[in-house]
């Protein structure tokens, strides 16, 4: 008896060994999905560029701009995104709109809290 289960004991050992090697060759051998591979962080970008940056996505995961033209276009007393014209091209550079954005984020808690205060 005892012999008996020792030889099915090996025998599932094996069986099992085998299953988990074709499980991990399976996996492996499956091609990658999901997302592109990330573009590499560049010193000047393009409206499009920096939307894929700042993750402003649509539900079909494609950029979009429509908020970055928006802060663009802002009078200079309303804080503008900071940007330049190489040519006719309007192009980011990604330090000064990582500044930007921090600046903008603390302006709009500063506007939340006055208003909260107004409020109360």
């Known amino acids: 008896m005892l012999d008996q289960t020792l030889d099915l004991k ?4 094996r069986v099992l060994d ?10 492996l051998a499956q091609p990658e999905t999901g997302r592109a591979p990330a573009e590499p962080l560049l010193g000047w970008m393009t ?12 539900a079909n995961d494609e ?15 309303e804080h503008p995104l900071p940007h330049a014209y190489m040519g006719d091209l309007l192009r980011f550079n990604r330090d000064e709109v990582d500044v930007w954005a921090r600046e903008e ?12 205060l107004k409020i109360a």
Not at 47 to 58: E, F, I, K
């Open 10 to 13: 090996e025998k599932l050992t």
């Open 18 to 27: 085998r299953a988990t090697h074709e499980a991990i060759a399976l996996v």
């Open 47 to 58: 409206a499009t560029q920096l939307a894929r940056y700042w993750q402003l996505v649509n």
């Open 63 to 77: 950029p979009t701009t429509a908020g970055i033209m928006k802060w663009v276009k802002r009078a200079e007393n």
């Open 105 to 116: 984020a603390r302006r709009r808690r500063v506007q939340s809290e006055q208003r909260r």
